[in-house]
């Protein structure tokens, strides 16, 4: 038996209708849409490290383990453990799990690390670090006893068919933003960007364009081939002197597609990332200090993932059509076990929580279907670390290119909700419009997990409500009004 017979059967081509070459570009797909984590990610987590608690300032260095860092050598090596942090829990989701998932430090996820848990509860970035580490092991062992995916089987029906539109509706709002063809406006908040004034908007539309026709006449890659299309197109305006420099390469990129640069750049990389891992040793040691302190932020950790990545699961695997006629993801414990061991790793050696990835569901439209997708995703991480430089010089408007072709296909969703059930409409309505006016994937499962027995009761349906979804209900009521208290001063950590 051959490679390509011994890697078909191995990850079940022939039970899922795919091949080796649909999986790769599958692969691909998802590498492109996620690849701005590694520049984005260690931009976020910066932040908390710089942070000053005396002065309540960012600093521009910080001293850890007695020697002094820059902002710039603490970027490199928080995108090398993104990178290998993603590449742990991909491996896992590839293997073990043999599902299509990307999986890396999640967006919302590393915000919450720093801007509320660091800079405004006022945590040291290594305690954050222990409790996050603290977060995957529970999660490992609640998945272990089957414990996640029980609560994920308690979510209400018109949620789980409601999460994939939700998402989509989500991905599409970020990514017109990012394309700059919805932007802030003083009175009616948000409107139609200018493509006449902004050239990243003019590209954009054009890359956007391409890309849905191609997708509409089933060319294969066409997600890929929109993204680096754009992005090519970008740079060649730059050289060419269309647009000045850092209009449509990202910010400091130019340099590095235009001369040698690259070559200087290539050879500067921190690789080592032993002052993160202190760093997280270090706030083992904290945990002693304050111990209920320290399990407020556990919580509050452990809420935030669950539910995100629980929202994310059932989005993407609505698209993969992974789903059983009960909206549940059969094995669910598995893919949940990548992103808790992800989690676990991503700890100790620096970097927030790692989860799965709402851009997987580019690397599925593209027809990806088992975990060899998610390999070739973790190999293309692994080669990043070679070329952070080059990865970075991808502007970000050609990668969220992608995000706006898979909300649009996400919208399916909708279909399958009962809108003419008062607690289907509602529960899934406000699913669906919550997540993309929150920003947040948890904050859209709460309005349909709250609502729905409410609504479900007052209808004279209260027996069709199970125990398990009342106290699902009410554990998202508490944690708001204690996430409120906190954020109105009435309680400090």
């Not at 490992?140 to 999460?163: D, N």
């Not at 990514?175 to 006449?196: M, S, Y």
């Not at 921190?270 to 407020?296: C, H, K, N, R, S």
């Not at 430089?389 to 290119?401: G, K, M, R, V």
């Amino acid at each position: 038996m051959g490679v390509r017979e011994t890697i078909a059967a191995f990850f079940g081509f022939d039970e899922y209708g795919t091949d080796l070459k649909t999986e790769s570009i599958a692969g691909l797909t998802t590498f492109l849409a996620m690849a701005y984590i590694i520049v984005v990610n260690p931009s976020i987590l910066t932040d908390a490290i710089l942070y000053d608690h005396a002065t309540g300032e960012i600093q521009s260095t910080t001293m850890i383990q007695g020697t002094e860092y820059t902002a710039n050598e603490l970027f490199q090596m928080i995108a090398v453990v993104t990178i290998l942090a993603s590449v742990v829990a991909m491996v896992v989701m590839a293997l073990y799990a043999n599902r299509p998932f990307g999986l890396a430090p999640g967006m919302g996820l590393n915000a919450f690390f720093t801007y509320t848990v660091v800079l405004i509860l006022g945590v040291p970035w290594q305690l954050a670090l222990a409790a996050v580490f603290v977060e995957g092991v529970v999660f490992i062992a609640l998945t272990a006893v089957g414990a996640r995916k029980y609560v994920l089987e308690l979510f209400p029906e018109p949620v789980k068919f409601a999460v994939g539109a939700g998402i989509g509706v989500y991905l599409l709002f970020l990514g017109l933003q990012e394309i700059q063809l919805v932007v802030p406006h003083d009175d009616t908040f948000i409107t139609l960007g200018n493509v006449l004034q902004s050239p990243v908007a003019a590209l954009s539309l054009v890359g956007l364009t391409v890309m849905l026709l191609l997708y509409a006449r089933g060319v294969k890659g066409s997600i890929v081939i929109g993204i680096v299309s754009t992005a090519i197109a970008g740079w060649a305006l730059t050289l060419a002197g269309v647009v000045q420099p850092d209009v449509l390469t990202p910010a400091g990129s130019y340099d590095s597609v235009t001369n040698e640069g690259i070559v200087s750049m290539l050879g500067s990389v921190q690789y080592d990332f032993t002052p993160l891992f202190w760093g997280f040793v270090d706030g083992l040691g904290m945990i002693t200090e304050d111990p209920l302190v320290f399990a407020m932020v556990v919580f509050t950790f452990f809420f935030v993932d669950f539910f995100d990545t629980a929202g994310t699961l059932i989005g993407v695997s609505q698209i993969g059509g992974f789903l059983d006629e009960d909206g549940d993801l059969p094995e669910a414990e598995k893919p949940l076990m990548a992103d808790a061991v992800g989690t676990t790793v991503g700890a100790m050696i620096g970097t927030s929580t790692v989860t799965t990835f709402i851009e997987s569901s580019t690397g599925l439209e593209e027809g990806g279907r088992t975990g060899f997708t998610t390999l070739v995703v973790a190999g293309f991480f692994a080669l990043s670390l070679l070329i952070v430089p080059i990865i970075s010089a991808i502007p970000q408007y050609a990668t969220y290119l992608a995000l706006v072709v898979v909300g649009i296909i996400m919208l399916q969703g909708v279909a399958d909700i009962d809108w003419n059930h008062p607690a289907w409409a509602i529960s899934g309505g406000l699913t669906i419009t919550i997540m993309p006016l929150t920003t947040s994937i948890s904050n859209g499962l709460a309005a349909g997990i709250i609502t729905y027995p409410l609504v479900k009761s007052a209808v004279g349906e209260y027996r069709d409500v199970s125990l398990g979804q009342w106290l699902l209900a009410i554990s998202f009521i508490v944690y708001f009004v204690a996430y409120f208290a906190v954020q109105a001063g009435m309680v400090a950590f």
